[in-house]
DNA sequence: TTGAAAGCGGTACCAC
DNA sequence: GTGGTACCGCTTTCAA
């Protein structure tokens, strides 16, 4: 059977109260009773049931994480960063993959609650906010990541996606490309780099090409390659792209070798994050890195901090994206 | 305040009893009362706790889950996979991230054991098996996944990497490769997978290419990378490579590639796994699959078994590998 | 400085 | 059928 609070008690000739005591290092105990007890916890090999603890209203240390897609290298070199953190913090988290799915989310953030996890980090879709302004109601630590949500008081680490799609255009610009076009998904974050991305195409007069739409595909892969099919089709092919994020650019990159496309010469590409694939792929992507390393630490401290009540007042912190030059873009060849 | 079971017996006027049952659906109870009550709980928006109900020896349908490696598409891929059949069978998982560390691992297993998990899934390195054994000991379900271990007693769901190294070498001679190079690392299913390969290169009087050694190196792109420098630059450089998971191979075509090494026409590579990082590196990579999606049903499907005393012995199942051919493998052009 | 005892929110046995 | 109640293992107040 397992070693319980009475059994140490028993051993140390002491009552459960001042084992509970020595545990958790607080109330008035003699040195000499102290030691006492830590020892025959030691022989015991006696470890304080969490469940018990918790039950008491006292922290399970665990965090609820919801990701939309473990097999997008961003969120999942972002959850080995949080994980990474929390593992420094003493937090578990219990990592949910909800693939964009509403539902899976509102399923995951009840079900988590009745496991009492400390607090949620969300880095998953949720475009709409409803579900998670109830949670917050219910006094639920939540911290967004990876997303931005300027209209709503919540906690979040995000990115400045609107600078993100500011740097690539202004590196495509300055490598003189005119006829841009861009992909990207219908969510906030990639509204935002296209809005930075056309505020610096409107500075330099220049406009999007005409063939632009959102991608709908679940598969960033297709997706990407089925929006760069799309594009050079169109009589004028753009002789640049940006990507929202690497999986798409890996796919553009495929299709567009695939029809005889050199890439950077005929084709430069534009991707966002970062992630391990831009250093795979051939070409190396040139890519607006995020900090997830950064942004890992920055949101697990964040939601801690609250867990613990150390913060009154709701924080937005914003990471600041860069620019990572490598071999896929180039500078446009004038024909004439 | 949250609402307990208390304010539901007092609301619908019975006893916390009945409500229990109700909740268990076990027990005599009246259809009248048992609708009377569902329906309270559902005005109130009752969720039972699961600390509470953990404490008294139930579930806590939450599974530990060690993963050596995070940012290995191949255990992301895993994890998804094991998450996705966790969700419908309505377990969670505590996801923990090992760097292939045996102190961490330790760590989180004693950790995870306070937190009251059912189980345990591993697909963590445990080269030391006494941590595991120790577990066993303990009663605790554990299940190893992607890893084999004849010697031991242990529930496992396992790739036959005899079987893979057998194919990769099978294919790489049929292709009329002789010098062949193998990049892998001294795990124990790396080890397995060089045995099958050298299986069939000795049935066919064949040896390894002699500057073969163990990659120590973490970081498996570049591992791959050092690897493929050390064959370039031996005298009798290998016609093909056979690398032990998809990671590796991608840092053997990068390298194989800046020194100006055509890809297959002068090199053939043979990876493993099957992850997407396959089809997304270029040329595409003729690899050995493991089935991942299959792999993460069925251990999670055993687990849960074991969890509900569904069955008394140990069990190990043995999924087979297949040989998935694209780009990065030709056959060979004898030069004379 | 120590310990008795009242919970925390459920489960399950046993009377009624 | 239904309800009383003794726990599960720990925390915390309060008295001694």
């Known amino acids: 059977m397992k070693v319980t609070i009475y059994d140490v008690a028993k051993e140390a000739n002491v009552s459960i109260a001042t084992v509970s005591k020595v545990i958790n290092n607080n109330g008035r105990i003699?040195?000499?009773t102290r030691r006492k007890v830590k020892e025959i916890m030691l022989e015991l090999d006696y470890r304080p049931n969490m469940i018990a603890s918790a039950l008491?209203?006292?922290?399970?240390?665990?965090?609820?994480?919801?990701?939309p897609d473990f097999s997008n290298?961003?969120?999942?070199?972002?959850?080995?960063?949080?994980?990474?953190?929390?593992?420094?913090?003493?937090?578990?988290?219990v990592i949910c993959n909800t693939d964009y799915d509403p539902e899976k989310e509102s399923n995951y953030l009840s079900l988590l609650k009745q496991k009492q996890v400390d607090g949620f980090i969300l880095a998953s879709g949720f475009e709409n906010l409803d579900e998670v302004e109830q949670q917050i109601v219910d006094d639920i630590p939540i911290v967004i990541v990876a997303r931005d949500f300027p209209m709503f008081s919540v906690n979040a680490v995000a990115l400045d996606d609107f600078m993100g799609g500011y740097l690539a255009a202004e590196y495509l610009i300055?490598?003189?490309?005119?006829?841009?076009?861009?992909?990207?998904?219908?969510?906030?974050?990639?509204?935002?780099?296209?809005?930075?991305?056309?505020?610096?195409?409107?500075?330099?007069g220049l406009k999007l090409n005409t063939n632009f739409q959102y991608i709908k595909e679940a598969d960033h892969i297709k997706a990407g390659r089925k929006m760069m099919e799309i594009y050079?089709?169109?009589?004028?092919?753009?002789?640049?792209?940006?990507?929202?994020?690497?999986?798409?650019?890996?796919?553009?990159?495929?299709?567009?070798?695939?029809?005889?496309?050199?890439?950077?010469?005929?084709?430069s590409i534009i991707g966002f994050d970062n992630t391990s694939i831009a250093s795979i792929i051939e070409p190396g992507l040139t890519t607006i890195a995020q900090p997830i390393?950064?942004?890992?630490?920055?949101?697990?401290?964040?939601?801690?901090?609250?867990?613990?009540?150390?913060?009154?007042?709701?924080?937005?912190?914003?990471?600041?994206?860069?620019?990572v030059k490598r071999n896929s873009t180039k500078k446009l060849m004038k024909e004439n």
Chains 1, 2 share one sequence.
Do not use: W
Request: aromatic share 6%.
């Open 73 to 93: 290298p961003f969120f999942s070199e972002l959850a080995k960063s949080i994980e990474d953190r929390g593992h420094e913090l003493d937090y578990n988290l």
């Open 232 to 267: 050079s089709d169109s009589e004028h092919r753009p002789t640049a792209i940006f990507a929202c994020n690497d999986l798409l650019a890996a796919g553009v990159i495929q299709y567009a070798k695939e029809i005889g496309l050199r890439v950077p010469e005929d084709l």
């Open 30 to 32: 003699s040195e000499k």
């Open 293 to 323: 390393q950064g942004m890992g630490k920055e949101v697990m401290d964040l939601i801690i901090s609250i867990i613990k009540g150390e913060r009154e007042d709701k924080s937005r912190i914003t990471m600041l994206p860069s620019l």
């Open 174 to 204: 300055e490598l003189g490309h005119e006829n841009i076009g861009v992909v990207a998904r219908d969510l906030y974050s990639n509204r935002e780099r296209l809005r930075g991305f056309n505020y610096v195409l409107e500075e330099k």
């Open 56 to 67: 008491m209203g006292k922290q399970t240390k665990t965090i609820g994480l919801l990701i």
